[in-house]
């Protein structure tokens, strides 16, 4: 088993002006296995456009926001399902520190950025209340699309499903486990500022969002009728070492009216989730705000990807000449600082994340503390092959 690995230097760089979830990728094998072929790991690469002129502690800055007039809506309170938890080994996590969240500007709700919006949100509020962050489960996001995509079918806002599930009963079916969960709900002619607005000052509902049991969440908002939405957030205790499988394919939901109880994530967005989760509890673990989700870096992230999978070639420059820094540039963010983190060949998630996270240039990449945004694709190539792509930046402007 030869594994050659290549190093560039990098000056790690991030942060995103808006959020989504990563486009479904195929899912590598969790764990290590005896690679067929060349395993090829290449340092970070970084680029600066200026020198940062504030404290290199990022700013959690909301992604997106919607504007509609708000009109009177019905509001539910959330439910909480705790059931008996198996015996386990908790981790502690240690508090993330973030600066105060400025004033979002309202723009409409489009389904892609507005549910990584409210997660960047939640961990900013949760990190000014001395909480670690949440962690992004797949499943639970699954949870809470099927929940919100019901309420939009039928226009009623209730936790109660229309085919009779509970929110326990809907989070058991996905797979995530009998571990305790809960839910916040709401929904209307309401934009993503009335939705926090009530979530933040209800009692009940900012209970789940500054809760210390809960570790996991999922968020979906879903546009209904008349320009209506409906907002779902799924709180979930799963200790944290009982990751989401990624090398499990699991069947993609149905879109059924009702929706049917043995709705599923998109196994795709597993492997990516996962990396975004490890880098995050690394970050926490060493006294680091989180990094944030951006749309535009994982779509840099996965022209790259791809890129490698095509040509079989792992290096920072693309097959057309471009770097890094151009690539990040083209999709629409403008960044201060850029960098980039790649891996490829016969890997794992493990194999790469083992590599990024003990390699010195690699791992400064990861707990950079000017680096405030991130976006990642995996890429399957051929005969078995994976491509990793990490992308980072920090805007020019909050």
């Not at 030869?2 to 479904?24: E, G, Q, Y």
């Not at 090829?40 to 200026?50: F, L, M, Y």
């Not at 950079?368 to 945004?373: A, E, F, S, V, W």
Request: a negative charge.
């Amino acid at each position: 088993m030869n594994k050659s690995f290549c190093a560039l230097s990098i000056c790690v760089i991030v942060l995103v002006t808006s959020a989504c979830r990563p486009a479904p990728q195929p899912v590598p094998p969790a764990s290590p296995t005896a690679p067929a072929g060349p395993i090829v790991a290449i340092a970070p690469t970084a680029t600066a456009t200026r020198a940062p002129t504030a404290s290199p502690v990022p700013t959690l800055v909301p992604l997106v926001a919607p504007t509609t007039t708000p009109a009177a809506m019905p509001v539910v309170a959330p439910t909480v399902a705790p059931t008996a938890q198996p015996t386990s080994t908790s981790t502690t996590v240690p508090t993330v520190l973030s600066s105060p969240q400025p004033t979002a500007i309202p723009v409409t709700p489009n389904a892609s950025g507005v549910d990584l919006d409210l997660f960047n949100r939640t961990n900013a509020l949760r990190a000014a209340n001395g909480l670690a962050a949440y962690r992004l489960a797949n499943r639970l996001d699954a949870a809470a699309e099927r929940h919100s995509q019901d309420m939009a079918n039928t226009g009623n806002i209730s936790h109660a499903g229309s085919d009779g599930s509970t929110v326990k009963q809907r989070a058991l079916d996905t797979g995530y486990g009998d571990w305790p969960v809960s839910e916040n709900i709401f929904g209307g002619v309401a934009t993503v500022d009335d939705t926090w607005s009530f979530w933040t000052t209800d009692p009940a509902h900012r209970d789940g969002l500054l809760s210390p049991q809960f570790r996991d969440v999922g968020i979906s908002v879903v546009k209904g009728k008349s320009d209506t939405y409906y907002y779902t957030m799924v709180f979930g205790a799963r200790p944290p070492q009982a990751l989401d499988p990624t090398a499990t394919p699991v069947p993609p939901p149905v879109a059924v009216v009702p929706v049917p109880p043995t709705a599923t994530p998109n196994p795709g967005l597993d492997v990516t989730v996962e990396l975004f989760n490890r880098v995050n509890a690394l970050r926490a673990a060493n006294g680091l705000p989180p990094y944030r989700l951006s749309d535009k870096l994982n779509a840099s992230a996965q022209r790259h990807s791809q890129d490698m999978a095509n040509t079989g070639n792992i290096d920072h420059a693309g097959s057309d000449g471009s770097t890094a820094k151009q690539r990040i540039l083209d999709t629409g963010y403008e960044a201060q600082f850029t960098g980039e983190d790649i891996y490829g060949g016969v890997a794992t998630v493990d194999d790469a994340w083992g590599f990024w996270s003990t390699d010195p240039p690699h791992l400064a990449t990861l707990v950079n503390q000017l680096y405030t945004d991130i976006g990642i694709s995996v890429v399957k190539g051929q005969r078995g092959t994976y491509y990793y792509t990490m992308d980072l930046g920090r805007p020019a402007s909050p």
